[in-house]
């Protein structure tokens, strides 16, 4: 899928003026090597109001012979709401923020198969549900334990009818899936109630896979 392609079927909430994140790692690995430049590049090209754009260095690797062997079927989106619930908001993070020429920002998810797969994906592929299609009241704020952060808050989702999920089949190596997994801009402050603009997301088992 191209950029162009994404840009004319996907949910017109990628508005942002800042992006900001952890860092870089320290280290040099594949990930700092050959994906965050490919991720930069496609930061800038889906979204070319981003002013700073940084790598997190959490990654999650799921399938056999990984940390992560089990794959999430829970409907949940990474994050909370506002500022405060971004798991890496200690003081440092909260002096950038605070910068005058700093909007707001945004974490962007970026998933993908990996080698050694050869094949497209055929199980446990990822849904993406549109925001503008998810109530406020359906959401449920939840603790998480992750072994690095500790307890960390996410948000459940309850399923209503009207929920608009999507997914796309057989993804490659060389295809990536970019979503919203947190935005926050300062210009929510004192607005009756949050804002979701981001999206939950869900493996699922696909039925029509052989």
Request: charged share 25%; with cysteine.
């Amino acid at each position: 899928m191209q950029a162009e392609d994404w840009t004319k079927c996907a949910p017109k909430t990628l508005d942002l003026s800042n992006f900001t994140g952890m860092g870089m790692p320290k280290i040099e690995t594949a990930i700092s090597r050959i994906y965050a430049p490919e991720v930069e590049d496609m930061v800038r090209e889906l979204m070319p109001a981003a002013t700073r754009v940084e790598l997190d260095p959490l990654c999650a690797r799921r399938g056999p012979g990984t940390k992560n062997p089990t794959y999430s079927f829970a409907v949940h989106q990474d994050y909370g709401f506002t500022a405060d619930d971004w798991p890496l908001a200690d003081n440092g993070f909260k002096a950038k923020f605070d910068e005058p020429d700093v909007k707001g920002f945004m974490a962007v998810n970026f998933w993908r198969p990996v080698q050694p797969m050869k094949g497209p994906v055929k199980k446990a592929p990822l849904a993406v549900c549109d925001p503008k299609s998810v109530k406020m009241e359906d959401t449920v704020p939840i603790n998480i334990r992750w072994d690095e952060l500790g307890y960390v808050k996410m948000l459940a989702l309850a399923h209503d009818d009207e929920q608009r999920w999507y997914y796309y089949p057989d993804m490659t190596v060389d295809e990536v899936l970019v979503f919203k997994s947190f935005q926050y801009f300062k210009r929510y402050l004192g607005q009756e109630g949050p804002e979701l603009n981001t999206c939950f997301h869900t493996a699922f088992e696909d039925t029509t896979a052989p």
